[in-house]
């Protein structure tokens, strides 16, 4: 969380490189931290809901940042914050209609998240560097909207099919 502000000052500074450098750091300790908490059971209620949060908090405002520089196509942004909202919204109403959640991030979700990464990272390098082509973050943005639709519909899936056994015991 603490490397969101550098991150986006970066971004609008446009020294893409100090922003992949930055972004690079923020997603390998954010992934580190993770295999720490699971090896070692380093885990809390709060830490549950931080850590989330805080990916979602850097991935959303990079999204948006680099759309607004034309770094990424916005359809890509709208597609990945819509699902965000849309998981958000889903996972209230099941709070508040059904009960608690229960479960783990879905493999499908995980998925999304390290194309989101990998797409940021490519855009980033792409804008310090040129490399890698055109072409590869074309095709990355794509995938990545492709992760983006079939994590979402999996929450969907799986949060109604749930609510529905709730609602038919």
């Not at 090896?39 to 850590?51: A, V």
């Not at 889903?90 to 991030?105: N, Q, T």
């Not at 079939?150 to 099919?161: N, Q």
Request: charged share 10%.
């Amino acid at each position: 969380m603490l490397l969101v502000w550098p991150v986006l000052t970066s971004m609008t500074q446009e020294n893409y490189s100090l922003t992949l450098v930055l972004f690079f750091v923020a997603a390998a300790s954010d992934g580190f931290d993770g295999f720490l908490a699971k090896r070692f059971n380093w885990t809390s209620e709060l830490g549950k809901w931080l850590d989330p949060a805080a990916d979602k908090l850097l991935l959303v405002s990079v999204f948006l940042l680099a759309t607004w520089l034309g770094l990424i196509h916005q359809w890509l942004t709208f597609a990945a914050v819509t699902r965000d909202v849309l998981i958000c919204l889903g996972a209230f109403s099941y709070r508040i209609g059904v009960g608690p959640l229960r479960g783990r991030p879905m493999i499908s979700s995980k998925i999304n998240t390290l194309m989101q990464v990998l797409c940021v990272l490519a855009v980033l390098a792409h804008a310090a560097t040129g490399m890698p082509p055109d072409s590869i973050v074309e095709a990355l943005q794509w995938v990545t909207l492709l992760t983006i639709v079939i994590s979402g519909g999996a929450y969907v899936t799986e949060y109604s099919r749930r609510a529905l056994q709730v609602a038919g015991t």
